[in-house]
């Protein structure tokens, strides 16, 4: 939503300033420029990059005008899963993550939070990481340098669109002196005729300019920061679930590692103390219910 109001904003005010100062906007309706710079800006993303990049830039671009998926209840959520899952390791034993981790769709625990099923990045890095504990042989201060590695990894993968795009607004002026040149061509061809087509000639020629450094600084390149935002926020994202993960294979009580995880997720949407705690008590008291009545009914019979 803000990416759409920030474009309105922008080019609402060059039209705005544009007509207060008496300009004529047909003269800026110039399609033959824009099809040489929109074509050859394409055609560089073209050149520079493998289909793998290019599906992630139309991923990018299109999830940049959508709001951002990690909210403060999504945070919520996550810690009361990990409170779940890490109180089901410390009862049971890890041996008993094993059905939550090779089937995560069938997970008693994972199910009942589809959003996070939803994120594949985030369930095999849960997934993958848990298994390894489970099977053993290998300590919780390799498994964490491991994590930073496959951290780092993903979040450059991650920028790898954003800096194509990033690349592709940074030619977008110089692609519009291209078209400025080709126009200015075209007027040197028209000398001698009336001077208000060779203005027109020359005002067109302009537009290119124009548009090549309006598209770069009021567009794609704004497009391209949004982008690198959102891989920014998936780390963090990742990096609350490593936070947790750890704590606990070092010996942590679940509901501490859940507040080191807490600890971890970025400031300005980290929920409080209080709202992860009723969340974890909720989880917990909703565990306990099915005990106490399997309980029950094994002292009945």
């Known amino acids: 939503m803000f990416a759409i109001i920030g474009i309105v904003v922008v080019f609402g005010c060059i039209v705005a300033g544009y007509l207060m100062e008496h300009g004529n906007l047909r003269v800026l309706m110039q399609p033959a420029e824009l099809v040489i710079i929109g074509g050859s800006a394409v055609g560089t993303v073209l050149i520079a990059n493998p289909l793998s990049i290019l599906k992630d830039i139309a991923r990018g671009i299109a999830g940049a005008f959508a709001s951002s998926q990690y909210s ?7 810690l009361k899963m990990l409170f779940e899952l890490l109180n089901k390791a410390r009862r049971e ?6 059905l939550d981790v090779e089937e995560p769709d069938k997970s ?26 489970i099977s053993g042989g290998i300590e919780a201060f390799d498994l964490d340098q491991m994590l930073e590695g496959d951290l780092d ?7 790898l669109a954003p800096d194509a795009l990033n690349t592709m607004a940074d030619a977008l002026p110089g692609l519009g ?16 005729g009336p001077p208000e087509e060779i203005g027109h000639k020359v005002a067109a020629a302009l537009v290119g300019t124009f548009l090549g450094i309006l598209l770069c600084y009021g567009l794609f390149g704004p497009i391209a920061q949004r982008m690198s935002k959102s891989a920014e926020e998936e780390r963090a994202f990742l990096n609350v679930l490593r936070a947790a993960m750890i704590a ?5 009580a679940p509901v501490l590692a859940v507040e080191i995880g807490r600890r971890a997720v970025p400031v300005h949407i980290r929920p409080t103390f209080k709202e992860v705690e009723d969340a974890c008590r909720a989880a917990k ?3 306990s219910a099915p005990d106490e009545a399997g309980a029950s009914a094994a002292t009945a019979g």
């Open 248 to 252: 606990f294979l070092k010996g942590i």
């Open 108 to 133: 008693p625990v994972l199910t009942k939070y589809a959003s996070f099923l939803k994120d594949h990045h985030a369930v095999h890095f849960l997934c993958d990481s848990m298994r390894m504990a």
């Open 285 to 287: 008291s909703g565990a």
């Open 72 to 78: 403060i209840q999504r945070y919520v959520d996550l």
């Open 177 to 192: 002196i291209v078209a400025a040149v080709l126009g200015v061509v075209i007027t040197m061809g028209s000398l001698g």
């Open 93 to 98: 034993g890890l041996v008993a993550l094993e």
């Open 153 to 159: 990894i993903h979040h450059h993968e991650g920028t």
